[in-house]
């Protein structure tokens, strides 16, 4: 627990002489909870806000700066979570884009917070933990397609879809102990909506496991995805089951999150890769694979610059085939579980009915 001590004259009741009766009115706990949460406003909502109406909002919920909703933590706690609460009400039916610009960092220095998480729940009576585990929902940041970049992303970027009256409530996290503060905006998009976004769930991190044998496996942190057999593509698994709605493609021309035995090709492009002649020289049948990922190269660029698919190619057994065995032939231990190609993969995310 904290509590507040003031001191000085201008807290005593003057008429009284009570040295002991604080004059302050100011809620210092607003944002501790979801019952005192402060409220967040849809991007819109702010824009047409009268200047009067803008000056009345508190410090703590708009950015005068950006004219974008202001997340402050400023207590800060000692705890595992150090965040603050915010409601919000969607006035239509559709998906809301919620997205920080600024990484939690201290408003006086310039340091940056490790952990910048988003949680979401529609249900007031949920809390961050009860002993048994997290219940409000943790929402993952997503990255554009051409963002494959270690780093190059910062804060938490996310969709929910809502119907009209719904409320949520947003918990906006930083590291224990630190103040931190968040410039986020919250937009609207009709449903459905779809987007190309990079399959990585832990900007572009590697994770291991145990098999039952005791050895180690590595796998790629991306999304869980499925071949169809219909349409002869990767897709997202919904309802475990591969969803042609939401395809996934390689990415042809942007650089990946691959790393590998060779530092010149560190986040590199496939573009980069084909043209150096990567796939011939460090890999088993390599002027065959070398020929494959130049006609793809090629192919992928058929579409317009503008096209949001220019640079991508559906994501076929024959591709993800040879993007594994190279993955395999040329990554320490290799990366047993064959998702290793995920690395250089987007998908058409869907969101809202």
Not at 119 to 134: K, M
Not at 225 to 239: E, F, H, L, N, T
Request: charged letters at 25%; proline letters at 4%; hydrophobic letters at 30%.
């Amino acid at each position: 627990c904290y509590y507040y001590d003031h001191y000085g004259v201008e807290h005593d009741d003057k008429d009284k002489g009570d040295k002991l009766t604080c004059k302050v009115d100011v809620d210092y706990t607003s944002g501790l909870t979801i019952y005192n949460a402060y409220t967040a406003y849809e991007k819109s909502t702010l824009e047409n806000m009268s200047a009067e109406e803008k000056a009345e909002l508190n410090e703590k919920v708009y950015n005068k700066n950006t004219g974008r909703n202001k997340a402050t933590i400023d207590f800060p706690l000692k705890l595992a979570h150090n965040g603050t609460y915010y409601k919000f009400k969607a006035e239509k039916t559709g998906v809301y884009q919620v997205r920080s610009y600024t990484k939690g960092c201290s408003p006086t220095r310039a340091s940056t917070a490790d952990n910048t998480d988003l949680y979401v729940t529609a249900d007031p009576g949920l809390t961050i933990y009860d002993g048994n585990g997290v219940y409000m929902r943790t929402i993952d940041g997503v990255l554009d397609h051409d963002s494959f970049k270690i780093g190059g992303y910062e804060g938490f970027n996310t969709y929910v879809a809502m119907d009209a009256g719904e409320e949520i409530y947003l918990y906006l996290e930083t590291t224990a102990s630190t103040k931190s503060y968040y410039d986020f905006e919250i937009t609207y998009h009709e449903a459905p909506f779809e987007k190309l976004i990079v399959c990585t769930t832990g900007n572009g991190w590697w994770s291991y496991n145990e098999r039952e044998d005791g050895s180690i496996f590595q796998y790629y942190d991306g999304i869980p995805v499925m071949y169809d057999s219909i349409s002869g593509v990767y897709c997202a698994v919904k309802d475990g089951k591969p969803d042609p709605e939401q395809p996934v493609y390689i990415d042809m021309l942007y650089s990946s999150f691959f790393m590998c035995n060779f530092p010149e090709y560190y986040f590199a492009s496939l573009q980069y890769m084909i043209k150096d002649n990567a796939f011939r020289n460090h890999m088993y049948q390599g002027p065959k694979c070398q020929a494959t990922m130049e006609r793809l190269l090629a192919e992928s660029q058929d579409r317009p610059v503008a096209d949001p698919l220019h640079g991508l190619v559906p994501a076929t057994e024959e591709v993800v085939d040879i993007l594994n065995r190279f993955i395999d032939e040329n990554v320490d231990g290799g990366r047993g579980e064959g998702n290793g190609w995920l690395a250089f993969a987007v998908y058409n995310a869907k969101f809202g009915k």
